[in-house]
């Protein structure tokens, strides 16, 4: 039998276990620890008001909002198309987005109404040239900022700027919460403490990012121990082979030898015999313990990467964007990774046979 498409299949597998590691990684570096989702499954639902969220922010627990319009901002020598975006101060912090110049607007100021805006690293280097941007001044939203740093928000794409939320402004219906199970701000709680201003599970989705980026990494784990399963596959079929080759062996010896002889005169051939029955019984062990936590976690997959896909709303777009891409491709790749290992055994089998 032909053994190349068998290779190409085996190849394939270690290639797109691969990818999914990459996947992981970068999923990881990005930063969704801490982070509860709150979005509604109607997009014209009514959310918090400016002082109901800043409230809750600090007091409660950390939670953060944005409210994006595209216009332009000007510099002394040119203007540019911008995206403006209004948020608090807990904003980098909850999305995980360093600061790379000068600082983020702090809660003073966002409480005073101060003129202060945060570049991201597109926006900076297309108006300034650089990230040495702070005490520089900037007219958008027909206001004058001054800019007191820059954030890496991951966004390549469009010149992000970042100006305080204010009571005027209109408030999104999108939030993002910050948990921390070993201070006691689990999701049971802050889902408990919102239900008091409407946002409840009938009305929203809520979901923690770190399950889905975890399952992106779980797909990677799951992949190599598949692969794991499947030489273990192998190796019970050898071991069995051996094992009843053995078992005729003592079969044939039984007829020479009394069983109790058997043990003092053949030691070599029983302990062999009974080694070979443990490792093809670990082995096969093994693959149903390894597919049973497999097919489960690949429910929980499913599940998580629907609600990010109904998520109805523009805020966080970058963030959520992010994840939802390699969520969507991490199941992609381990669907393809499944036929693959499918065919590989199958057609070895065929083979052996």
């Known amino acids: 039998m032909n053994n190349k498409p068998r290779a190409v299949s085996l190849l394939l597998c270690l290639v797109l276990t691969a990818a999914m590691g990459y996947m992981a990684v970068r999923v ?21 008001t400016y002082e ?3 409230a809750l922010n600090g007091n409660k627990f950390v939670l953060t909002y944005e409210r994006a319009s595209a216009g332009q901002a000007a510099t002394d020598y040119a203007a540019y198309a911008v995206t403006v975006l209004s948020v608090n101060y807990t904003y980098p912090y909850l999305l995980h987005y360093p600061v790379a110049y000068g600082g983020f607007f702090t809660e003073d100021a966002q409480g005073r109404g101060a003129k202060h805006a945060v570049l991201n690293e597109k926006a900076a280097f297309d108006m300034f040239g650089g990230i040495q941007t702070a005490g520089y001044t900037i ?32 408030m999104p219906n999108a939030y993002i919460f910050g948990t921390e199970d070993a201070s006691g701000i689990t999701d049971t709680y802050v889902m408990t403490e919102c239900r008091t201003y409407g946002l409840n599970e009938l009305r929203y989705d809520f979901i923690n990012a770190a399950y889905i980026a975890d399952s992106v990494r779980e797909k990677a784990v799951a992949a190599a121990a598949l692969l794991s399963c499947a030489m273990l596959c192998f190796i019970c079929v050898g071991l069995t082979r051996h ?10 010896l039984l007829k020479e030898h009394y069983a109790g002889a058997l043990f003092i005169r053949r030691p070599a051939d029983i302990a062999a015999f009974v080694g070979l029955c443990a490792l093809t019984a670990a082995s096969a062990s093994a693959f149903l ?65």
């Open 139 to 170: 007219t958008a939203a027909q206001e004058e900022y001054t800019v007191v740093g820059v954030i890496l928000d991951g966004d390549t794409e469009n010149r992000n700027i970042y100006i305080p939320a204010a009571e005027s402004m209109d």
């Open 28 to 48: 990881h570096d990005y930063g969704y620890i801490g982070m509860l989702l709150a979005v509604p499954k109607d997009p014209d639902a009514g959310g918090l």
């Open 52 to 54: 109901q969220a800043e």
């Open 243 to 252: 094992a009843l080759t053995s078992a005729g062996k003592i079969r044939g």
């Open 289 to 353: 313990f390894l597919s049973r936590i497999i097919v489960a976690a690949a429910i929980k997959w499913t599940d998580h990467l629907s609600i990010i896909q109904r998520f109805a709303t523009d805020c966080f777009a970058v963030k959520l964007n992010f994840l939802a891409f390699y969520a969507t491709y991490s199941n992609a790749a381990f669907g393809l990774f499944v036929a693959s290992l499918a065919f590989f055994i199958v057609s070895s089998v065929s083979s052996a046979g």
